[in-house]
């Protein structure tokens, strides 16, 4: 004799809240996309010393003020260019998205426990 719970399908679980996030998350274009680009910035900045082309306090006597690649007289060598002081603006850039970071973490960091104290 078999039962009629027997016969039918198991009843599944209704999804998490982080589930149900993700989903309405996820059907959004630009939410994806501007996910990847903070992805991206903080994966740039948390291997700035392996992706930097130069070191950012290097002065290069020879390349004052050299354009983007993308102007006439840029090089590849220096992709955003530099500085008035020869300066590579892609590896300043870099480096200084750390320390930004840095002071974003710190401060989420204290005020996550002056919050948990006063509540």
Do not use: C
């Amino acid at each position: 004799m078999t039962t009629l719970a027997s016969k039918s399908a198991p009843v599944s679980a209704p999804p998490g809240p982080m589930r149900l996030f993700w989903l309405e998350f996820s059907s959004n274009r630009g939410a994806l996309a501007g996910l990847i680009l903070i992805l991206s910035m903080v994966f740039l900045a948390a291997f700035a010393p392996w992706v930097a082309p130069h070191d950012p306090i290097e002065q290069f006597r020879d390349g004052l003020l050299i354009p983007p690649v993308w102007d006439a007289e840029g090089s590849w060598r220096f992709i955003l260019g530099t500085d008035d002081i020869g300066r590579d603006i892609l590896s300043r850039i870099l480096y200084g998205a750390r320390v930004s970071l840095v002071i974003a973490v710190v401060v989420v960091a204290v005020s996550i426990v002056i919050g948990i104290a006063l509540g």
